[in-house]
């Protein structure tokens, strides 16, 4: 953007040694659309659409938004297939169409026992659809893909400003056919709307280096802001970047950019804090219980479990931890290479050493300008953000799963669109060419080893992907030399065998069903620690990598990521109460009737909907008609037509049934609450109806000790016990004598 200040101008002047090419300088801000004069015919706004900035060729806008369109069609593409995804999320949104206080708190049931384990901004879209036009696959999913294609259209707007059309077509369509990046895009977790507020801050701030104002960084304060309301901490990871490289490189005094910044940072408390004060001063006994905590607090949560408890691995409460520090932990390998490796590699690290190539070559080209350069800028902007969430993620040790690597997706594309624009533009220079070649032969050879993981899958593939990327780099190392068209066509080459690889697992995915807590991209066995996700790899169709192997893909004793020695599929222990649902289960990584831990699928009312996981713990359950029947009898007379351990549980019920069911424990059965007084004063008051036999126990303990565990036991001795189907109840209004 420019400006009529002497100052400005002087900024948007072309630094010394920016390239004379054929397209606006790099630090050259995008010239402001003339003005229609005063009597003169406006533009119509549809060709204004159409036609885009005057300055780009006339084919820009158009395969802009071609690209939106073609992002949008492969992410709706199917998408009903997924049902509700993860039902434990989709029951929120289930409870907060029939209560505006569960809509507020993130509530699990409209009865408002229990919250998510997540602030409840990410649910609103969702809610607000479902609300608008029923609750269905499409209206829980479809917001999802919106932000999905949004956030390509923010990450296009930066690389165009900075560098090129073509460039932010590049970074675009890298996001948009970066596997984890397909998948959860169609998926109802947090990471859609974190994600997409992740890459408007970045962009943002780029902004804000382009022009000095300070708006620009109070809206990356409210994108953080609000990107903390979707999942905690995780949105402060790329505040260090942000905030060092303006206060570095700003175009104003270091005293006004100290002063900017701390306006964002209002911004960003303001934005984050409204809901976390409500929740906080809200009398606990009027609000829902804080979901994840240990003592019903919502800061507990974020500092705890959802946030230093991530990084260290001390999650009180969690499934496992992990390991600490480097080396073996439940969650995986941790490490340098940790996104390289098999579990996660094929999900985000297919253009990962491009990436970090690019971005040396963009640093080392802009080393000279000035100390505002914006394209320089925007290469720390995009680049720190990549580096800081690479690094935290590598050497986490607590619960991590693969798609959480949907954060990295859009620094990622954004440093591959400016780097290859940035050395294209530069490709006379013999440093350039003979740079951009190798980041092509990066994208190649690990492109092969990526397919190579996964051998009965497209065998051909990786042979194209690597001759036809190592043929290109050879001709773009002579691209200064060559005629322009040769040259863009061994670019064009370049990029066709760099896409082929994530290109063929995005589709893969699309083209699977993904339900459950845990879900990979790609085909069968592109991932070896799923633990469910039906479909895709380490889903729960019998397909490799289910619960039931360890890190090198092979059968544990227990069935536990990272293997050990446990006799009930947990480390160290049994299902939580020492049972699997229905009795089934155990411990050697073997299924019998199909309930228990690894591969199989199930049939019966109360195992696991999708196999893969553990009974109930991290997929939903199968309902059938007559268990369905039986809860809907007489429902609008109690609060909760039905309790069960653990969310997931619980929650595939309440989307069976319509009617709220309440998750004792939480989701993992492992939160206090609600204690066991409690739970019998509701049993007094007739506000529960059942009580569901086919849970996960007692909690993830193990030791049939915790609350969980205390209300089962005492349900068990005093209430008559109910068969329908497959299903085992206990009707909490019929006792048996005993008690």
């Known amino acids: 953007m420019s400006s009529t200040h002497a100052d400005r101008q002087a900024r948007s002047a072309p630094e010394p040694g920016a390239p004379p090419a054929d397209r606006r300088a790099p630090d050259v801000p995008a010239p402001p659309v003339p003005r229609a004069a005063p009597g003169e015919p406006r533009r119509p706004l549809a060709r204004g659409l159409w036609r885009g900035r005057p300055e780009d060729p006339r084919w820009a806008r158009p395969a802009f938004l071609g690209l939106l369109l073609a992002t949008a069609v492969l992410y709706f593409y199917d998408l009903s297939a997924n049902g509700y995804s993860n039902s434990f999320y989709s029951a929120a949104v289930q409870a907060g169409t029939k209560s505006w206080k569960a809509m507020f708190f993130g509530s699990l049931d409209a009865g408002n026992a229990i919250t998510v384990d997540k602030p409840s901004a990410f649910l609103w879209p969702m809610e607000i659809a479902a609300r608008l036009f029923g609750l269905n696959s499409w209206t829980i999913l479809g917001p999802e893909v919106l932000m999905g294609v949004g956030t390509v259209a923010v990450v296009y707007a930066s690389v165009r400003r900075r560098s090129s059309p073509a460039a932010g077509l590049i970074a675009g369509a890298v996001l948009a056919l970066t596997p984890v990046a397909a998948l959860m895009f ?77 306006l964002a940072t209002g911004a960003l408390i303001v934005s984050a804090g409204w809901w976390v004060a409500v929740v906080e001063l809200w009398p606990a006994s009027s609000r829902p219980y804080i979901g994840g905590s240990q003592n019903n607090s919502f800061l507990e949560l974020t500092f705890g479990y959802n946030g230093l408890g991530r990084i260290s691995g001390d999650e009180t409460g969690s499934v496992g931890g992990g390991g600490g520090g480097t080396g073996s932990g439940q969650w995986g390998e941790t490490g340098w290479d940790r996104m390289f490796d098999s579990e996660i590699g094929g999900q985000i690290s297919w253009l990962l050493p491009s990436a970090l190539i690019l971005l040396v070559a963009g640093l080392v080209a802009t080393r000279r300008l000035r100390r505002t350069s914006v394209t320089r800028a925007a290469f720390l902007v995009w680049g720190g953000s990549l580096l800081i969430t690479l690094v935290v993620f590598s050497y986490m040790a607590g619960i991590f799963h693969q798609y959480y690597t949907v954060a990295l997706a859009p620094y990622l594309a954004a440093v591959i669109g400016m780097g290859a624009g940035l050395l294209w533009e530069r490709r006379a220079e013999p440093w350039a060419s003979v740079t951009l070649a190798a980041a092509v032969v990066a994208a190649a050879v690990w492109g092969y080893a990526l397919l190579d993981r996964t051998a009965d899958y497209l065998p051909w593939l ?37 896409l082929a690889g994530p290109t063929a697992y995005t589709l893969s995915t699309v083209n699977s069903a993904h339900t459950g807590s845990i879900p990979t991209a790609g085909p069968a066995g592109a991932s070896t620690m799923g633990f469910g996700g039906g479909g895709g790899p380490g889903g729960g169709r019998g397909g490799p990598g289910g619960f039931g192997r360890n890190q090198q893909g092979q059968q544990g004793q227990n069935g536990f990521p990272g293997g050990g020695t446990g006799t009930g599929g947990f480390p160290g222990g049994g299902m939580p109460g020492g049972q699997s649902q229905n009795g089934n289960g155990n411990g050697n990584g073997a299924t019998r009737n199909g309930n228990g831990f690894p591969g199989g699928r199930t049939g019966e009312g109360g195992s696991m909907a999708g196999g893969g996981g553990v009974g109930g713990l991290l997929n939903g359950a199968t309902v059938g008609s007559e268990a369905k029947k039986l809860l809907k009898e007489d429902a609008s007379g109690y609060t909760w037509v039905a309790a069960a351990i653990g969310a997931q549980n619980a929650a595939s019920y309440q989307l069976a049934t319509g009617d709220a069911v309440m998750a004792i424990g939480g989701f993992n059965g ?47 001795k005093n209430f008559t016990k109910v068969t329908a189907g497959s299903s085992t109840f206990y009707d909490l209004t019929r006792k048996t004598g005993s008690g």
């Open 186 to 262: 169609r998926f109802d977790n947090p990471d859609a709307m974190l994600a997409l507020l992740m890459a408007l801050a970045c962009y943002f701030v780029v902004r804000a280096v382009e022009d000095g104002r300070t708006r620009w960084l109070v809206w990356a304060g409210v994108a953080i802001g609000f990107a903390f309301l979707a999942k905690t901490l995780q949105a402060f990871l790329i505040l260090p970047p942000l905030a060092l490289v303006y206060a570095a490189v700003g175009p104003r005094t270091w005293r006004r950019r100290i002063g900017q910044l701390a």
């Open 462 to 498: 990786k042979w194209l992907v690597l001759v036809g990327g190592l043929t290109a780099a050879l001709g773009l190392v002579f691209a200064g030399r060559i005629g322009r068209r040769l040259a863009l066509g061994a670019a064009a080459a370049g990029l066709v065998a760099a």
């Open 670 to 716: 492992t939160d206090p609450s609600p204690t066991l007084a409690r739970f019998k004063e509701y049993v007094a008051d007739g506000r529960i109806h059942y009580f569901i036999a086919s849970g996960t126990g007692g909690g993830m303990g193990g030791s049939g000790s915790g609350t969980s565990a205390q209300i089962t036991s005492w349900v068990e």
